[in-house]
């Protein structure tokens, strides 16, 4: 069985329209990437901005509290900065222990991340290697478990998703924005708060790009 009529498990024989990228006969076009995690932290950024995200809107969340809950008169600058700052160092604590837990789970893949990317006109699948995910599994459980016992629900439903999931779909349709980073390999598609990461080896980028942008009309391009 060939590696389209196999989902791409085995030695590729489908029309090759570029270095590593196959035309199936189910008009679908596989290909597979891996890069060391080490020289290409793109995983472990994209975590990194999601949570100094989540914590720029707890501070902006709790402004506007004091500000339409009329407590503005009471609001004491050395106090707020304060909180401020023990937002801040709570944070540096926490991509700390991040970057200490992408090296562990980084050890346990042998610092390789292996991907399989199916994708047509409608959308791109972004599917982990089996063997990763085995890992991966145990590793959501832990993530799980860690949040329900810090009482931190999101970081429970994040294990869990980690656990149960091996795929991530985009659908072109539903894009809002694509963007790329050539030098990373990447190309970020972004679904509302859903974001899905392309990877593509020189030989293909430019190929997968073009095909991407081509197909999410509703989408904004960013360089």
């Given amino acids: 069985m060939s ?90 604590v926490l991509l700390a222990v991040t970057l200490l837990a992408y ?35 145990a590793l959501g459980w832990l993530t799980a478990a860690a949040g329900a016992l810090a009482g931190n629900a999101g970081q429970a439903g994040a294990g869990i998703l980690a656990a149960t999931r091996d795929t991530l779909s985009s659908e072109f349709a539903s894009v809002g924005t694509v963007r790329s980073n050539r030098r990373r390999h990447t190309i970020y598609v972004n679904q509302g708060l859903f974001h899905n990461q392309v990877y593509a080896a020189d030989a293909d980028f430019d190929f997968v790009r073009g095909y991407i942008i081509r197909h999410c009309i509703n989408a904004k391009h960013v360089s």
């Fill in 103 to 137: 090296l562990i789970v980084a050890k346990s893949y042998g610092w390789k991340y292996m991907v399989l990317f199916t994708m047509d006109e409608n959308g791109v699948e972004h599917r982990q290697m089996k063997k990763q995910f085995e890992k991966a599994q």
């Fill in 3 to 92: 590696f389209c009529e196999n989902g791409g498990k085995d030695i590729p024989n489908g029309q090759k329209v570029s270095e590593n990228i196959y035309l199936c006969a189910d008009g679908k076009y596989r290909w597979t990437y891996e890069f060391d995690m080490l020289r290409n932290p793109v995983l472990l950024i994209t975590t990194w901005k999601v949570m100094a995200l989540s914590f720029g809107i707890v501070i902006v969340i709790m402004l506007l509290v004091a500000l339409f809950g009329g407590d503005l008169q009471y609001w004491d600058a050395e106090d707020f900065l304060g909180s401020v700052r023990g937002f801040l160092i709570f944070l540096v």
